[in-house]
Protein backbone atom coordinates (compact mmCIF):
# COMPACT_ATOMS: atom_id res chain seq x y z
CA UNK A 1 0.00 0.00 0.00
CA UNK A 2 1.21 3.77 -0.97
CA UNK A 3 2.69 5.22 2.18
CA UNK A 4 0.18 8.12 1.70
CA UNK A 5 -2.58 6.31 1.80
CA UNK A 6 -1.68 4.62 5.37
CA UNK A 7 -3.91 5.98 7.98
CA UNK A 8 -2.17 7.27 11.53
CA UNK A 9 -3.38 5.41 14.11
CA UNK A 10 -5.65 6.68 16.67
CA UNK A 11 -4.42 9.23 19.59
CA UNK A 12 -4.64 8.03 22.55
CA UNK A 13 -3.87 10.77 25.83
CA UNK A 14 -3.42 10.50 29.39
CA UNK A 15 -3.88 13.62 31.06
CA UNK A 16 -2.09 13.48 34.39
CA UNK A 17 -2.24 16.19 37.11
CA UNK A 18 1.38 17.04 36.24
CA UNK A 19 2.51 15.29 33.06
CA UNK A 20 0.34 14.42 29.95
CA UNK A 21 1.62 11.21 27.92
CA UNK A 22 0.87 11.24 24.10
CA UNK A 23 0.90 9.33 21.81
CA UNK A 24 -0.65 6.10 19.27
CA UNK A 25 -2.27 2.72 19.36
CA UNK A 26 -0.20 -0.01 18.84
CA UNK A 27 2.39 1.70 19.96
CA UNK A 28 4.56 0.39 22.70
CA UNK A 29 5.39 3.80 24.44
CA UNK A 30 3.98 7.72 24.14
CA UNK A 31 5.64 9.77 21.82
CA UNK A 32 6.25 12.40 23.99
CA UNK A 33 5.28 13.27 27.96
CA UNK A 34 5.55 16.93 28.35
CA UNK A 35 3.93 19.07 31.31
CA UNK A 36 0.18 19.72 31.53
CA UNK A 37 0.13 23.18 30.87
CA UNK A 38 -1.41 25.46 28.72
CA UNK A 39 -0.25 29.11 27.62
CA UNK A 40 -2.93 31.75 28.00
CA UNK A 41 -2.88 35.09 27.38
CA UNK A 42 0.63 35.40 27.71
CA UNK A 43 1.09 33.51 31.04
CA UNK A 44 2.07 29.96 31.73
CA UNK A 45 -1.25 28.26 33.91
CA UNK A 46 -1.63 25.07 34.63
CA UNK A 47 -4.68 22.91 32.76
CA UNK A 48 -6.07 21.69 36.84
CA UNK A 49 -5.91 24.74 38.03
CA UNK A 50 -9.24 26.58 36.08
CA UNK A 51 -11.50 28.58 37.68
CA UNK A 52 -14.96 27.94 35.80
CA UNK A 53 -16.38 25.96 33.31
CA UNK A 54 -15.38 28.60 30.48
CA UNK A 55 -11.88 28.96 32.01
CA UNK A 56 -11.75 25.46 31.58
CA UNK A 57 -13.19 25.55 28.04
CA UNK A 58 -10.94 27.95 26.64
CA UNK A 59 -7.94 25.98 28.59
CA UNK A 60 -8.80 22.95 26.68
CA UNK A 61 -9.15 24.78 23.28
CA UNK A 62 -5.22 25.78 22.53
CA UNK A 63 -4.25 22.12 24.71
CA UNK A 64 -5.80 20.28 21.99
CA UNK A 65 -4.92 22.76 19.21
CA UNK A 66 -1.24 21.94 20.88
CA UNK A 67 -1.95 18.40 20.53
CA UNK A 68 -3.38 18.20 16.94
CA UNK A 69 -1.47 20.66 15.81
CA UNK A 70 1.63 20.26 17.30
CA UNK A 71 2.35 16.68 17.92
CA UNK A 72 0.24 14.57 15.97
CA UNK A 73 0.22 16.67 12.75
CA UNK A 74 -3.16 15.52 12.36
CA UNK A 75 -6.37 16.81 11.44
CA UNK A 76 -9.20 16.05 14.30
CA UNK A 77 -11.92 16.31 12.46
CA UNK A 78 -13.84 12.75 12.08
CA UNK A 79 -11.42 11.18 14.10
CA UNK A 80 -11.69 9.07 17.04
CA UNK A 81 -9.36 9.31 20.29
CA UNK A 82 -8.62 8.02 23.30
CA UNK A 83 -8.75 9.67 26.58
CA UNK A 84 -7.47 7.75 30.02
CA UNK A 85 -8.69 9.29 33.06
CA UNK A 86 -9.28 8.55 36.99
CA UNK A 87 -12.75 7.28 38.05
CA UNK A 88 -12.28 9.90 40.60
CA UNK A 89 -12.12 12.76 37.50
CA UNK A 90 -14.35 15.73 38.10
CA UNK A 91 -17.40 15.83 36.51
CA UNK A 92 -16.98 19.64 35.33
CA UNK A 93 -13.81 18.18 33.64
CA UNK A 94 -15.13 15.49 31.86
CA UNK A 95 -17.87 17.58 30.61
CA UNK A 96 -16.07 19.77 29.26
CA UNK A 97 -13.56 18.26 27.29
CA UNK A 98 -16.53 16.08 25.41
CA UNK A 99 -17.47 19.84 24.65
CA UNK A 100 -14.52 20.77 23.28
CA UNK A 101 -13.69 17.79 21.67
CA UNK A 102 -17.29 16.96 19.87
CA UNK A 103 -18.42 20.86 19.17
CA UNK A 104 -14.95 23.02 18.70
CA UNK A 105 -12.84 19.70 17.09
CA UNK A 106 -15.68 17.61 15.42
CA UNK A 107 -14.08 14.33 16.52
CA UNK A 108 -16.15 11.31 15.84
CA UNK A 109 -16.15 9.58 18.85
CA UNK A 110 -14.20 9.59 22.56
CA UNK A 111 -13.70 6.47 23.95
CA UNK A 112 -12.88 7.34 28.01
CA UNK A 113 -10.95 4.45 30.00
CA UNK A 114 -10.32 4.17 33.82
CA UNK A 115 -6.37 4.43 34.30
CA UNK A 116 -6.81 1.85 36.74
CA UNK A 117 -8.83 -0.33 35.10
CA UNK A 118 -6.36 -0.38 31.67
CA UNK A 119 -3.25 -0.78 33.63
CA UNK A 120 -3.84 -3.71 33.94
CA UNK A 121 -4.00 -4.76 30.12
CA UNK A 122 0.13 -4.96 29.80
CA UNK A 123 -0.06 -7.81 32.19
CA UNK A 124 -2.72 -9.36 31.10
CA UNK A 125 -4.41 -9.67 34.16
CA UNK A 126 -8.01 -8.81 34.98
CA UNK A 127 -7.90 -9.06 39.37
CA UNK A 128 -5.50 -6.78 41.11
CA UNK A 129 -5.27 -3.66 43.58
CA UNK A 130 -4.17 -0.65 41.58
CA UNK A 131 -2.33 2.27 43.59
CA UNK A 132 -1.82 5.46 41.37
CA UNK A 133 0.26 7.83 43.72
CA UNK A 134 0.69 10.87 40.86
CA UNK A 135 1.39 14.47 41.78
CA UNK A 136 -1.75 15.59 43.89
CA UNK A 137 -2.93 12.43 45.70
CA UNK A 138 -2.55 8.69 45.56
CA UNK A 139 -5.71 6.51 44.64
CA UNK A 140 -6.62 2.88 45.17
CA UNK A 141 -9.32 1.22 43.73
CA UNK A 142 -9.10 -3.18 43.83
CA UNK A 143 -9.97 -4.52 40.26
CA UNK A 144 -12.04 -7.96 40.61
CA UNK A 145 -12.79 -9.83 37.39
CA UNK A 146 -12.63 -6.49 34.61
CA UNK A 147 -14.46 -4.76 37.12
CA UNK A 148 -13.44 -2.10 39.17
CA UNK A 149 -14.65 -2.16 42.75
CA UNK A 150 -15.88 1.50 43.71
CA UNK A 151 -17.43 0.86 47.02
CA UNK A 152 -13.50 -0.37 48.44
CA UNK A 153 -11.78 2.93 46.63
CA UNK A 154 -9.12 4.92 49.02
CA UNK A 155 -7.52 8.18 48.42
CA UNK A 156 -5.12 10.75 50.11
CA UNK A 157 -3.57 13.90 49.35
CA UNK A 158 -0.30 12.12 49.55
CA UNK A 159 2.06 12.51 46.23
CA UNK A 160 4.76 14.58 44.47
CA UNK A 161 3.58 17.49 45.66
CA UNK A 162 3.64 16.70 49.42
CA UNK A 163 6.97 15.08 49.11
CA UNK A 164 8.49 18.55 47.44
CA UNK A 165 6.46 20.47 50.83
CA UNK A 166 8.43 18.55 52.93
CA UNK A 167 11.63 18.24 50.70
CA UNK A 168 11.77 22.04 51.04
CA UNK A 169 11.43 22.12 55.04
CA UNK A 170 13.94 19.78 55.05
CA UNK A 171 16.25 21.81 52.98
CA UNK A 172 15.13 25.43 54.92
CA UNK A 173 17.10 23.74 58.09
CA UNK A 174 20.18 22.87 56.53
CA UNK A 175 20.76 25.93 53.86
CA UNK A 176 19.84 29.51 54.54
CA UNK A 177 19.72 30.22 50.88
CA UNK A 178 17.32 27.22 49.87
CA UNK A 179 13.84 29.51 50.44
CA UNK A 180 11.66 29.86 47.44
CA UNK A 181 12.83 26.66 45.44
CA UNK A 182 10.84 26.66 42.13
CA UNK A 183 8.94 23.68 41.84
CA UNK A 184 11.04 22.03 39.31
CA UNK A 185 13.84 22.39 41.12
CA UNK A 186 13.02 20.74 43.96
CA UNK A 187 11.22 18.07 41.71
CA UNK A 188 14.76 17.65 40.04
CA UNK A 189 16.61 17.41 43.56
CA UNK A 190 13.93 14.91 44.79
CA UNK A 191 14.55 12.59 41.52
CA UNK A 192 18.50 13.16 41.60
CA UNK A 193 19.44 12.97 45.12
CA UNK A 194 16.44 11.34 47.20
CA UNK A 195 15.50 7.68 47.45
CA UNK A 196 12.89 5.48 50.06
CA UNK A 197 15.06 3.90 52.44
CA UNK A 198 14.57 1.07 54.64
CA UNK A 199 12.13 0.86 57.53
CA UNK A 200 14.91 0.12 60.18
CA UNK A 201 16.70 3.02 58.75
CA UNK A 202 14.19 5.43 59.08
CA UNK A 203 13.53 4.91 62.71
CA UNK A 204 17.38 5.22 63.00
CA UNK A 205 16.78 9.01 61.98
CA UNK A 206 14.31 9.72 63.94
CA UNK A 207 16.04 9.32 66.73
CA UNK A 208 18.83 11.84 68.18
CA UNK A 209 21.93 10.22 67.34
CA UNK A 210 21.33 7.68 65.22
CA UNK A 211 23.68 4.29 65.25
CA UNK A 212 23.77 4.28 61.54
CA UNK A 213 26.34 5.60 58.81
CA UNK A 214 25.03 8.37 56.62
CA UNK A 215 24.49 8.95 53.58
CA UNK A 216 27.11 11.20 51.88
CA UNK A 217 26.23 14.38 51.21
CA UNK A 218 25.16 16.09 47.69
CA UNK A 219 26.42 19.64 46.27
CA UNK A 220 23.39 20.69 43.97
CA UNK A 221 23.84 23.52 41.76
CA UNK A 222 21.41 26.28 41.66
CA UNK A 223 21.11 28.60 38.83
CA UNK A 224 24.80 27.81 37.44
CA UNK A 225 25.98 30.21 40.46
CA UNK A 226 25.06 28.71 43.83
CA UNK A 227 25.08 25.68 45.61
CA UNK A 228 22.80 23.64 47.94
CA UNK A 229 23.95 21.02 50.19
CA UNK A 230 21.67 17.69 50.19
CA UNK A 231 22.41 16.20 53.10
CA UNK A 232 21.86 12.08 53.75
CA UNK A 233 19.81 12.56 56.36
CA UNK A 234 17.29 14.94 53.98
CA UNK A 235 17.71 12.29 51.11
CA UNK A 236 16.62 9.65 53.28
CA UNK A 237 13.62 11.50 55.22
CA UNK A 238 11.96 13.10 51.61
CA UNK A 239 9.94 10.14 51.19
CA UNK A 240 8.91 9.16 54.68
CA UNK A 241 6.02 11.52 54.78
CA UNK A 242 4.16 9.39 52.28
CA UNK A 243 4.32 6.09 55.23
CA UNK A 244 3.85 8.27 57.84
CA UNK A 245 0.71 8.43 59.48
CA UNK A 246 -1.41 11.13 59.95
CA UNK A 247 -3.50 12.24 62.72
CA UNK A 248 -6.39 9.83 61.57
CA UNK A 249 -3.55 7.06 61.53
CA UNK A 250 -3.73 6.80 57.51
CA UNK A 251 -0.87 6.38 54.86
CA UNK A 252 0.09 4.90 51.47
CA UNK A 253 -0.08 1.47 53.68
CA UNK A 254 -3.02 1.80 55.43
CA UNK A 255 -4.91 2.84 52.27
CA UNK A 256 -4.13 -0.83 50.50
CA UNK A 257 -5.39 -2.55 53.91
CA UNK A 258 -8.29 -0.86 54.40
CA UNK A 259 -8.93 -1.18 50.61
CA UNK A 260 -8.87 -5.10 51.35
CA UNK A 261 -10.87 -4.75 53.97
CA UNK A 262 -13.79 -3.47 51.90
CA UNK A 263 -13.55 -6.27 49.66
CA UNK A 264 -15.28 -10.04 49.63
CA UNK A 265 -13.49 -12.71 51.77
CA UNK A 266 -13.00 -14.37 48.63
CA UNK A 267 -10.65 -11.87 46.74
CA UNK A 268 -8.56 -10.03 50.15
CA UNK A 269 -5.35 -13.04 49.32
CA UNK A 270 -5.70 -13.04 45.58
CA UNK A 271 -6.01 -9.32 45.60
CA UNK A 272 -3.08 -8.67 48.09
CA UNK A 273 -1.20 -11.43 46.11
CA UNK A 274 -1.95 -9.18 43.07
CA UNK A 275 -0.75 -5.36 43.48
CA UNK A 276 0.16 -2.81 40.91
CA UNK A 277 1.87 0.29 41.48
CA UNK A 278 1.25 2.77 38.83
CA UNK A 279 2.19 7.02 38.46
CA UNK A 280 5.11 8.41 38.83
CA UNK A 281 5.77 8.84 42.08
CA UNK A 282 6.27 4.89 42.75
CA UNK A 283 8.95 4.49 40.32
CA UNK A 284 11.57 5.92 43.54
CA UNK A 285 14.03 3.71 44.40
CA UNK A 286 13.25 1.49 47.01
CA UNK A 287 9.70 2.33 46.90
CA UNK A 288 8.24 -0.92 46.21
CA UNK A 289 10.72 -2.83 48.83
CA UNK A 290 9.50 0.07 51.31
CA UNK A 291 5.90 -0.58 50.86
CA UNK A 292 6.06 -4.19 51.07
CA UNK A 293 7.74 -3.72 54.68
CA UNK A 294 5.48 -1.36 55.75
CA UNK A 295 2.45 -3.73 54.73
CA UNK A 296 3.83 -6.56 56.24
CA UNK A 297 4.76 -4.07 59.83
CA UNK A 298 0.66 -2.73 59.47
CA UNK A 299 -1.08 -6.13 59.01
CA UNK A 300 -0.12 -7.51 62.24
CA UNK A 301 -2.01 -4.13 64.20
CA UNK A 302 -5.28 -5.06 66.03
CA UNK A 303 -7.32 -3.32 63.52
CA UNK A 304 -6.01 -5.48 60.01
CA UNK A 305 -5.42 -8.91 61.84
CA UNK A 306 -8.79 -10.32 60.72
CA UNK A 307 -6.97 -9.88 57.19
CA UNK A 308 -4.97 -12.56 57.85
CA UNK A 309 -2.41 -11.76 55.35
CA UNK A 310 1.11 -12.98 55.29
CA UNK A 311 2.15 -12.51 51.80
CA UNK A 312 2.08 -9.61 49.83
CA UNK A 313 3.31 -9.65 46.09
CA UNK A 314 3.59 -6.70 43.52
CA UNK A 315 3.59 -7.07 39.87
CA UNK A 316 6.17 -5.46 37.61
CA UNK A 317 4.76 -3.65 34.09
CA UNK A 318 6.27 -4.20 30.93
CA UNK A 319 6.71 -0.31 31.46
CA UNK A 320 7.56 2.14 33.59
CA UNK A 321 4.90 2.99 36.36
CA UNK A 322 4.64 6.42 34.66
CA UNK A 323 3.23 5.72 31.36
CA UNK A 324 1.74 1.90 32.89
CA UNK A 325 -1.72 3.28 32.40
CA UNK A 326 -1.22 4.79 28.93
CA UNK A 327 0.29 1.75 27.74
CA UNK A 328 -2.98 0.37 28.97
CA UNK A 329 -5.00 2.34 27.06
CA UNK A 330 -2.84 2.45 23.66
CA UNK A 331 -3.77 -1.54 23.84
CA UNK A 332 -7.49 -0.73 24.45
CA UNK A 333 -8.03 1.52 21.71
CA UNK A 334 -6.47 -1.19 19.46
CA UNK A 335 -9.14 -3.74 19.83
CA UNK A 336 -12.70 -3.79 19.06
CA UNK A 337 -13.63 -1.64 22.00
CA UNK A 338 -12.96 1.34 20.05
CA UNK A 339 -15.93 0.70 17.81
CA UNK A 340 -18.10 -0.18 20.19
CA UNK A 341 -17.50 1.51 23.74
CA UNK A 342 -16.65 4.89 22.36
CA UNK A 343 -19.08 7.31 22.86
CA UNK A 344 -20.26 8.59 19.12
CA UNK A 345 -20.87 12.04 18.10
CA UNK A 346 -23.58 11.60 16.48
CA UNK A 347 -25.13 10.23 19.46
CA UNK A 348 -24.33 12.82 21.74
CA UNK A 349 -25.46 15.39 18.69
CA UNK A 350 -28.75 13.59 18.59
CA UNK A 351 -29.49 13.80 22.96
CA UNK A 352 -28.09 17.28 22.67
CA UNK A 353 -26.96 15.90 26.02
CA UNK A 354 -22.56 16.03 26.82
CA UNK A 355 -22.67 14.12 30.10
CA UNK A 356 -20.39 11.18 28.90
CA UNK A 357 -19.87 7.21 30.86
CA UNK A 358 -17.11 5.35 31.57
CA UNK A 359 -16.91 1.57 30.05
Excluded at 13 to 34: C, H, M, N, Q, V
Excluded at 150 to 161: F, M, R, V
Excluded at 211 to 233: F, L
Aim: proline content about 4%.
Amino acid sequence: MPLYEVEKSVIVLDIGTSFTKFGFTSEPAPRSIYRTQVKSKGQIRELWDYRDAQDLYDMLVDFFHDIYFKYALNSPKDKPIVIVESLLCPIIFRETLAKVLYKHYGVSSILLLSSHLVSLAPLAIDTALVLDVGYKEAVCIPVCYGMPMIHAWQALNLGSQTIHKHLQMLLNEKNSGAQNLSEMTLEDIKVRCCFVTKKSRAQQLQTLKPQIEMCPEIKYPVKGSTTISVCGTTREKAYEILFDEDADHLCLPTMILDALMKVNIDLKHQLAENIVLIGGTTMAMGFKSRLKEELLCHSKEERYKKLNIKCFKFHTSPSKENYAAWLGGAIYGSTDCLNTKAIQRRNILKKRNYLIGRI
